[in-house]
C-alpha cells in the first residue's frame, strides 16, 4: 500500500510557488501550475461572466480535462445561464460542474426571494459561499479570475495566495490589463458575453448587479450603493472580503 507523502503548509507551498512563477507569464504559470505537485488537485471556479472566456479557453488549450466550476445562484441572469452553456460546448469543456444551494437551506434563509433586498452578505453566504465550499472540499486548490487592475481589494493580488491556511487560490490572470484580455478575445474570436455590449463589465446575480457608466470603475455596478465590494468567496489573509480592505488586510 503506497503512503501518501505529507505536503508543507500551505504558506510554504505558496511562497515556494510565487518565487517559482514570478517571472512567468499568465500562460506559463498556468500550465506549469496545473502539473505541479506543490499545487496538488485544483479545479477551475468561473463565473461565465464578462472576463470568463479567457481563462476558461486558456484551461480548455491547457488542460480541457481540469474540473469548472459554476455558481448557479439561481437569480443569475439569462443571458449568463445561455452563455455558460455555449462556452462549454464551443469550448469542449470536459467536466463542468454546475452547483447550487440546497433547497432547504434556501428555504429557511430566503423563503421569498428577497434576502438581497436587505442583507447581501447573507444572501451571498448561502447562495455563494457554502456551495463552494462543499464542492471545493476535495480540492486543495482553485483557480480564478481575479486581475488587480478590477478594483482595490484586488489590487496586490499575486499568482498564488493562501486561502484561509487550507487551500491555494491560483490567479495566472493577475498581471493582465483590460487591453490584455481584449486582445485575446479578439485574437482568438471568442463569443463575448452578450451583456457587455449592454454596458456590463462586471456580472455577477441580476437584483444586484446594474451597467455601469463611461468613466466608472468596471465593478461599479456591483451591489451599487453600497460599500460591499466583494461576494465573500475570496480571502485576504484569511478572511472572507465583502467589503473595502485597508492597504495592510490587502498586503
Not at 441580476?206 to 465573500?232: L, N
Request: neutral net charge; glycine residues 6%.
Amino acid at each position: 500500500m503506497l503512503r501518501e507523502i505529507p505536503q508543507a503548509p500551505v504558506a510554504e507551498r505558496v511562497a515556494a510557488l510565487n518565487g517559482r512563477y514570478r517571472h512567468h507569464a499568465a500562460t506559463a504559470v498556468l500550465e506549469h501550475a496545473l502539473k505541479d505537485a506543490d499545487l496538488g488537485r485544483v479545479a477551475l471556479v468561473s463565473s461565465f461572466g464578462a472576463e470568463s472566456v479567457v481563462l476558461l479557453h486558456l484551461v480548455s488549450v491547457i488542460a480541457p480535462e481540469t474540473p469548472v466550476i459554476f455558481i448557479d445562484t439561481r437569480m443569475l441572469f439569462r443571458e449568463t445561464l445561455d452563455y455558460q452553456r455555449e462556452l462549454a460546448d464551443t469550448l469542449h469543456l470536459c467536466d463542468v460542474r454546475t452547483i447550487r444551494a440546497t433547497q432547504p437551506r434556501i428555504a429557511f434563509e430566503d423563503p421569498d426571494g428577497t434576502l438581497n433586498r436587505y442583507n447581501t452578505d447573507a444572501c451571498c453566504a448561502v447562495r455563494k459561499i457554502e456551495p463552494l465550499e462543499r464542492a471545493l472540499k476535495h480540492f486543495d486548490g482553485w483557480i480564478t479570475g481575479r486581475k488587480r487592475y478590477q478594483s482595490g481589494t484586488r489590487a496586490a493580488v499575486e499568482f498564488f495566495e493562501v486561502e484561509d491556511d487550507r487551500r491555494i487560490k491560483v490567479n495566472p490572470l493577475a498581471h493582465w490589463g483590460r487591453e490584455d484580455l481584449e486582445d485575446y478575445i479578439v485574437n482568438n474570436n471568442l463569443p463575448r458575453h452578450p451583456l457587455v455590449a449592454k454596458g456590463y463589465p462586471s456580472i455577477g446575480c441580476e437584483p444586484c448587479t446594474s451597467p455601469v457608466a463611461e468613466g466608472e470603475d468596471p465593478r461599479a455596478g456591483r451591489w451599487r450603493g453600497s460599500a460591499k465590494t466583494e461576494c465573500g468567496i475570496h480571502f485576504i489573509n484569511g478572511r472572507a472580503v465583502r467589503g473595502p480592505v485597508n492597504k495592510e488586510d490587502a498586503a
